[in-house]
């Protein structure tokens, strides 16, 4: 099991209904860490429209995640 | 350079930074709040960003256009917070010796700040409900 804190944004902050949280969860990589907190929120959206940053770097979703991480998960984008 | 600003941006005094006695050309672009989208009619548009990677990425941006199409300067400033209809949300300015690296620099920028800045926007539509952009639209073609 590894602590990991997540940090929601735009649509994935509403739907959660808070900002940030931290979880105790068996996760090897940021796409476990996203089906985790779709499981415990109940979101649909799928991984692929959106972007995950591991430790404020941008990632991949087989980034691996280590004890400690904040993974911060981005709704799709809409700049400009 | 690369700002993220809850003021109105002004583009005449933006555009004073990029003068360089090299430069030829100059291309702005400015992008606007405008009062529809999708058959909706807008009230007014919130962008919420997460400042510490919008600018490490807007700065891998404006690298990339340099080594694409070599500019003399590029400056790019993004709204965050409320924004009412016909304010400027995002500026783009570049100027270089021809007008060629101006414009496809220019767009360049433009293009890849929409679809990688952590930057979203919520509409605020005149029959008072509102909607994240892109993402609902995301959802419902998956």
Not at chain 1, 30 to 56: L, Q, Y
Not at chain 2, 15 to 35: H, M, S, T, V
Not at chain 2, 104 to 127: G, M, N, S, T
Request: with cysteine; aromatic share 10%; proline share 5%.
């Amino acid at each position: 099991m590894k602590t990991i804190t997540v940090r929601y944004f735009a649509m994935f902050r509403e739907h959660a209904g808070l900002d940030e949280e931290t979880l105790t969860i068996e996760a090897n990589t940021a796409a476990d860490v996203f089906s985790a907190t779709r499981e415990r929120h109940g979101s649909a959206e799928p991984s692929g429209h959106c972007k995950v940053a591991i430790n404020d770097v941008m990632a991949d979703w087989g980034s691996p995640v280590s004890d400690g991480d904040t993974v911060l998960l981005f709704p799709p984008v809409a700049g400009g | 350079m690369i700002l993220l600003t809850v003021d109105p941006i002004s583009p005449d005094d933006l555009r004073k930074q990029l003068f360089d006695p090299a430069a030829g050309a100059y291309c702005g672009f400015e992008g606007w709040i405008r009062n529809q989208n999708d058959g909706q009619a807008v009230l007014r548009l919130e962008y919420e960003a997460y400042e510490p990677l919008a600018l490490t990425e807007g700065e891998k941006i404006l690298a990339e256009a340099q080594h694409k199409y070599p500019f003399s300067h590029a400056h790019c400033v993004h709204r965050t917070g409320s924004l009412e209809i016909g304010e400027c949300a995002v500026w783009v300015g570049v100027s270089a010796p021809h007008r060629d690296e101006a414009f496809q620099a220019c767009r360049y920028i433009i293009d890849q700040l929409k679809v990688r800045l952590p930057i979203w926007k919520k509409e605020h539509y005149v029959d008072g409900h509102s909607g994240w952009v892109n993402c609902e639209r995301c959802a419902k073609s998956a």
